[in-house]
Structure formats: structure tokens, C-alpha cells
């Protein structure tokens, strides 16, 4: 699987948008980009993935450059509550002899303020 | 419909004792991860077990056991606990077959060794 780099922390006021970016330079053709994220003291949770057009559901939107080589996760309106860390992870989809199994790194540690 | 569940929240052992830590997946799952988390990282990959077998395995010594029984549900043993396995164990569920892959994490299982 290849690896991911991330900011360790970011910041953003509350009702902006939170642009967070993930660099993925070694994805290969069938690796698929996947966010979670971690509110503290809760397990991780799954937001969004994509494989090369960009990605937009309830919770977030996952815009992938042409290259996939980085991508960006948009949260439109951050609340409070979308202070977490943040994981991007890279992988490949079941159906490709995969079992699934996720390889998180340090993420990024979002802080929203008021 | 319940998610993923996960027994004890907390739990204290000594060095050298035995531990065994319990999950039952989301409804429809039948697949199970287990990821140890120390504080301050991102979760690690223990094993799954699928059809009541292991079917990958992580970077974990052979202390570390699992099982899955008829109903989907799985449990962690950790025998001869070291101060070093302190840390927060997550069980995830997810489908073998369908439209999305996103893994389905419990609250997670604390457990501090002394």
C-alpha cells in the first residue's frame, strides 16, 4: 500500500471550510483514496473515498488531482464538532485480493475554533 | 440497528496476565479487524478473521490470538501481557460483498497494563 503524508495539525474557525491535504506520490493505478477520522475517545470514522474523480457525499467532498498523486478533503462548514484527527489512508478495494485492512498513519489533528 | 459493539470499555491488568477482549460487528457483517491503537498514533493492524479464520495478519507477536465464532463475532486474547500493550484495542466490521467497503469501527476497548 502506499504511503501518505499529512500535516500534524491544522486550524479552522468555525463556519469556514477546512481544506485538508493529503499527499499520496507512489499510488499506484487501482489504489483508491479513503478518509477517516478520529473523534477523540471514539473509533475511527469512515467519510469518503474516491479512485480519480473527485468524490462529494452528506459529510464531505475528496477532490483528487489529475496525477493522483495528492488530494484535498473539504468539510464546507466546520463545526465544533468535526474537530478530530484526520487519516488519509491509501488502498486497495475488496475484489482485488484484498482483505481490506486499513495502515493509518499520524494523520492530522484538526482544531476548529469558535 | 445496533454498530459495532465492544466489551469491556476499560480494563487493568498486571504484567504476564492473560486478556481476552470481545466484539460483535454491525448487522449484515461478517468480516472482523482488530487495530491496537497506542496513545498518540494512528491505529495498527493486528489481524481479521473471516469465516472463523485468520485471514491476515499485522506485525503482532503470537501472543496475540483471535477467534471468530458462527455468529460473526470476535474476541482478542493478549497472553503474557507487557507494559508496552497498554493501549486502546479497536474491533472493525465490514461486508465481504457489496456496493461500499468502509470498515465499521467499535468504540474500542481501553486497556492499561501495570
Known amino acids: 500500500d502506499a504511503k501518505t503524508t499529512q500535516p500534524p495539525s491544522m486550524d479552522c474557525a468555525e463556519g469556514r471550510a477546512a481544506n485538508l491535504p493529503c499527499n499520496h506520490s507512489t499510488i499506484s493505478g487501482n489504489e483508491y483514496v479513503y478518509w477517516y477520522r478520529q473523534i477523540h475517545s471514539q473509533g475511527p470514522q469512515y467519510i469518503i473515498h474516491?479512485?480519480?474523480n473527485n468524490e462529494t457525499n452528506e459529510m464531505a467532498s475528496l477532490i483528487i488531482t489529475e496525477d493522483r498523486k495528492s488530494s484535498t478533503l473539504i468539510l464546507p462548514h466546520a463545526t465544533l464538532r468535526d474537530t478530530a484527527v484526520y487519516y488519509c489512508?491509501?488502498?486497495?478495494?475488496?475484489?482485488?485480493?484484498?482483505?481490506?485492512?486499513?495502515?493509518f498513519g499520524q494523520g492530522t489533528t484538526l482544531q476548529v475554533k469558535p | 440497528d445496533a454498530g459495532v459493539t465492544q466489551s469491556p470499555t476499560h480494563l487493568i491488568k498486571t504484567r504476564g496476565q492473560q486478556v481476552t477482549l470481545r466484539c460483535s460487528p454491525k448487522?449484515?457483517?461478517?468480516?472482523v479487524s482488530w487495530y491496537q491503537q497506542a496513545l498518540g498514533q494512528g491505529p495498527q493492524f493486528i489481524f481479521q478473521y473471516y469465516e472463523e479464520e485468520e485471514r491476515q495478519r499485522g506485525n503482532f507477536p503470537d501472543r496475540f490470538s483471535g477467534h471468530q465464532f458462527p455468529n460473526y463475532s470476535s474476541e482478542l486474547n493478549v497472553n503474557a501481557l507487557l507494559l508496552g500493550d497498554s493501549a486502546l484495542y479497536l474491533c472493525?466490521?465490514?461486508?465481504?460483498?457489496?456496493?461500499?467497503?468502509?470498515?465499521?469501527f467499535g468504540p474500542g476497548t481501553r486497556l492499561t497494563v501495570t
Open positions: 448487522s449484515g457483517h461478517d468480516t
Open positions: 489512508i491509501v488502498r486497495l478495494n475488496h475484489g482485488s485480493g484484498n482483505t481490506g485492512k486499513l495502515i
Open positions: 472493525a466490521s465490514s461486508p465481504q460483498t457489496g456496493p461500499t467497503y468502509e470498515q465499521y
Open positions: 474516491g479512485l480519480k
